[in-house]
């Protein structure tokens, strides 16, 4: 019984750590069309997870428990045009992403808190020119690399989460189609997800591996006037089981879930984008929702 305890206590930390990686391996609706060369971005994002039911195995253990996730996330992009190279119409961007916030959790009458900065993301991606634009149909790709290095809050001394996930990971990800058919903007994009050792996990500093994580996620949305648009997203994500100390944990995704979003041009310089996601299958961890607000400067 005290195996299984733990076992489950390491699932719960484990997925309290996972939507520090989000704002990097989740794009949303539009992320992956280029802007124009030149145009540099400061993001802003504030999302309030929140969730009542813990699932281990498919098997619900808790449907009262209380999560509340506050995130904030800072985030610069820069784009560059690659005509003088002699590639017309590529473009190259360049990210970096920066989040911090606080967990507080209630799990089987134990209280879990957890506050500070989390693993600092870098980002590259390349986008092609449109091969196909006839009318007002234009079909172009989109592939990156992310980087997130293990820069945020780690003391394994706590029994408690911590932001920072003291290892590296590593994601490749690539965007097959954007689609663009007048109002309507279509884009399905897919990604793996590597991740080095956490040799200092737990008290005992324990050795912790992950296996690589894939994400599939589509978008579909539409402008209902030239300075406001909808659109809804689909996440499906699986793998990422933990290996604790030669210790299978159980705990791969298999999760689902679906974003729906509201953009708003304030000015031809700023955007506010307000959303609301919400679980539809969770394997592995907490059912949780979030409302979330996003900032976007462009200069």
């Excluded at 299984?4 to 949303?28: G, Q, S, Y």
């Excluded at 003088?84 to 009458?109: T, V």
């Excluded at 290892?167 to 189609?177: G, H």
């Amino acid at each position: 019984m005290k195996v299984k305890l733990i076992l489950v206590l390491a699932v719960l930390i484990l997925t309290l750590m996972m939507p520090f990686t989000a704002p990097a391996a989740e794009n949303d609706p539009r992320d992956a069309v280029a802007a124009p060369g030149g145009t540099d971005i400061f993001l802003f994002y504030y999302r309030n997870y929140n969730g009542n039911e813990f699932y281990q195995d498919d098997n619900r253990l808790d449907s009262n428990m209380d999560f509340d996730f506050n995130m904030a996330i800072a985030r610069y992009a820069k784009f560059w045009s690659l005509a003088d190279l002699g590639m017309d119409q590529w473009i190259l961007s360049a990210d970096i992403l920066q989040p911090f916030g606080s967990i507080n959790c209630d799990l089987f009458g134990a209280e879990t808190r957890a506050s500070g900065l989390g693993d600092t993301t870098l980002a590259t991606h390349l986008n092609t020119p449109y091969f196909i634009e006839t009318g007002n149909m234009k079909y172009g790709m989109s592939a990156g690399l992310i980087l997130t290095a293990p820069t945020g809050e780690y003391h394994k001394e706590k029994e408690t989460v911590n932001l920072g996930a003291n290892r590296w990971s590593y994601e490749a990800e690539f965007t097959p189609v954007i689609w663009h058919m007048g109002d309507m903007i279509f884009e399905l994009t897919g990604s793996v997800t590597f991740y080095s050792d956490n040799d200092d996990y737990g008290v005992a500093s324990e050795r912790l591996e992950t296996d690589p994580t894939y994400l599939l996620q589509s978008h579909l949305s539409y402008d209902v006037t030239d300075s406001f648009w909808v659109g809804a997203s689909y996440y499906y994500k699986t793998g990422g089981e933990n290996d604790l100390e030669n210790v299978c944990l159980n705990d791969e995704a298999d999760n689902q879930k679906l974003r729906f979003t509201g953009a708003f041009m304030l000015s031809p310089q700023t955007q506010l984008l307000l959303q609301y996601e919400k679980s539809v299958e969770v394997k592995n961890g907490i059912e949780q929702d979030y409302i979330g607000a996003r900032f976007a400067y462009l200069f």
